[in-house]
């Protein structure tokens, strides 16, 4: 265990292996803590689904995660992130202080051990993602970040659509696009298709980060497949709808929903994507009413959907709208240079 004094008592900061029990149920409970303070409208977080994160990440390549204690006391959970594939200027960081011990200086300790974690790495700038809040806003700006992207969190209930109004959408949407079919598809894509996938993944570069200080990211095939791997191993059920291009054979576009293993009426919208030279036909439209009619048949257990968005994104914003999503939270993603 590596030990870091602050002025009194020290900090006990322990790295979390997705494989240990007893250390990934104590850092999901801290984790728990502060959702339910912070978060009251969110999934409880399970120790289950913390290990499989641990483990799988969002495409292969986990946070470091550390359990934080004073005398034996779990306090903070601290979270390091970076990527391979791109960006290799910047470390991700997680601050989370258990609401039963802030204003102590603990998440200062945790940041300042983030911190130099990404000097000695070399990374030039450091970010982290927070609720709208005064806590946060504060700490962060003590600490010299800046608001760079706000990003809002969106939940639709599934019960609450008019199954009647989503059928004529969807007609209208078709109507728009007739040089396009769909394709539903579960769980991995053959290999033979990953190229074709990879290469419209890298439409989500087009989504607006606005003020901060990010590389587009590279979607190389490996990545693509790693992605699904991380999904699949939760033991998520993954579902994905693709626009073909009738004509050429291309793919167009797609919207991707993952319906928890565990709790199989909580699903997460991923990517939706179409690519540039398909825009204006409705797709964005067309895609994510076909995955509502889709989730209706196969996983009607599924009562939400939640989804992100950066706040600046009208067009996202705007079909999402249209198909009944309700703000739940907005988020802030912080930046400083090192
Ligand atoms: C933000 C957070 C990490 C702060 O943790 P903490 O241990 O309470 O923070 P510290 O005691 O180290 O505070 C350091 C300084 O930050 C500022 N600060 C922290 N919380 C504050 C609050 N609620 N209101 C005003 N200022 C605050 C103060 O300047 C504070 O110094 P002070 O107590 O001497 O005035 C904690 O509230 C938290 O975990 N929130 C939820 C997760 C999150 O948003 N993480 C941060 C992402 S940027």
Redesign the pocket.
């Known amino acids: 265990m590596d030990t870091l004094r602050t002025q009194t008592p020290p900090l006990g900061i322990t790295e979390v292996a997705w494989s240990d029990e007893d250390l990934v149920r104590r850092f999901a409970a801290v984790k728990e803590a502060?959702r339910a303070?912070?978060e009251p409208w969110g999934h409880p977080i399970l120790a289950s689904r913390t290990a499989a994160a641990l483990r799988h990440g969002w495409d292969g390549e986990p946070a470091v995660a550390h359990l934080v204690t004073v005398d034996g006391v779990d306090?903070?959970a601290a979270e390091y992130e970076t990527t391979s594939w791109d960006n290799q200027h910047l470390a991700w960081?997680?601050?989370?202080?258990?609401?039963a011990?802030?204003?102590?200086?603990?998440?200062?300790?945790?940041?300042d051990f983030l911190v130099d974690r990404a000097r000695a790495e070399g990374r030039t700038s450091v970010g982290?993602?927070?609720?709208d809040?005064?806590?946060?806003?504060?700490?962060?700006?003590?600490?010299g970040?800046e608001a760079k992207a706000v990003e809002v969190n969106r939940r639709q209930h599934l019960a609450r659509v008019d199954q009647a109004r989503l059928e004529r959408l969807h007609a209208d949407a078709l109507a728009h696009a007739p040089d396009y079919e769909l394709v539903r598809r579960v769980g991995a894509t053959p290999a033979a298709e990953l190229g074709a996938l990879a290469e419209i993944t890298a439409a989500i570069n087009d989504a607006p980060t606005d003020d901060l200080d990010i590389e587009d990211e590279v979607f190389p095939t490996e990545r693509v497949a790693a992605y699904e791997n991380a999904w699949l191993g939760r033991g998520d059920r993954l579902m994905r709808v693709c626009a073909r291009h009738r004509g050429t054979g291309e793919l167009a576009g797609q919207t991707v929903v993952v319906v928890e293993a565990e709790r199989p009426q909580v699903a997460h919208q991923h990517d939706t994507s179409v690519v540039r030279a398909h825009r204006g036909h409705r797709l964005g439209l067309l895609l994510k009413t076909e995955m509502l009619r889709w989730l209706a048949e196969d996983q009607p257990q599924v009562a939400t959907v939640d989804t992100w968005n950066a706040e600046s994104n009208d067009h996202m914003i705007g079909v999402n709208e249209v198909l009944g999503y309700e703000v739940v939270g907005r988020a802030?993603a912080?930046q400083r240079p090192l």
């Open positions: 502060v303070a912070d306090v903070a960081l997680g601050a989370d202080v258990h609401p011990h802030r204003r102590r200086g603990y998440g200062e300790a945790v940041l982290g993602n927070s609720w809040a005064a806590a946060p806003r504060a700490f962060a700006t003590r600490h970040f802030l912080w």
